[in-house]
C-alpha cells in the first residue's frame, strides 16, 4: 500500500467515523497499513485485490482487558 492509497483511506475513516485524530500509516513493505486513533494502534487495513477488484479489509482485535477497562 502506497502514501496515497494510505491518505485516501484516512480520509474515509475520519469521514465515516467523525473522528478527526483517526491516522492511517502505510507500512513499508506489503499491501498494509496500520490505523491509529491518537497514539494507540487499533487495527490493521489490507489491500485485497482479487478478481481485477480492488477492495480493503480492516481487521481490529479487540481484547477481553480492553473491554474491562470500559466496565
Known amino acids: 500500500m502506497?502514501?496515497?492509497e494510505a491518505a485516501t483511506l484516512q480520509g474515509?475513516?475520519?469521514r465515516k467515523f467523525a473522528n478527526a485524530s483517526?491516522?492511517?500509516v502505510a507500512m513499508k513493505t506489503g499491501d498494509t497499513a496500520e490505523v491509529f486513533i491518537g497514539e494507540e494502534s487499533i487495527g490493521v487495513i489490507?489491500?485485497?485485490k482479487e478478481d481485477g477488484d480492488d477492495s480493503y479489509t480492516f481487521r481490529m482485535a479487540i481484547l477481553?482487558?480492553?473491554l474491562e477497562e470500559d466496565a
Do not use: P, S
Open 46 to 48: 489490507a489491500d485485497d
Open 64 to 66: 477481553d482487558i480492553d
Open 2 to 4: 502506497n502514501k496515497t
Open 12 to 14: 474515509y475513516l475520519r
Open 22 to 24: 483517526i491516522k492511517v
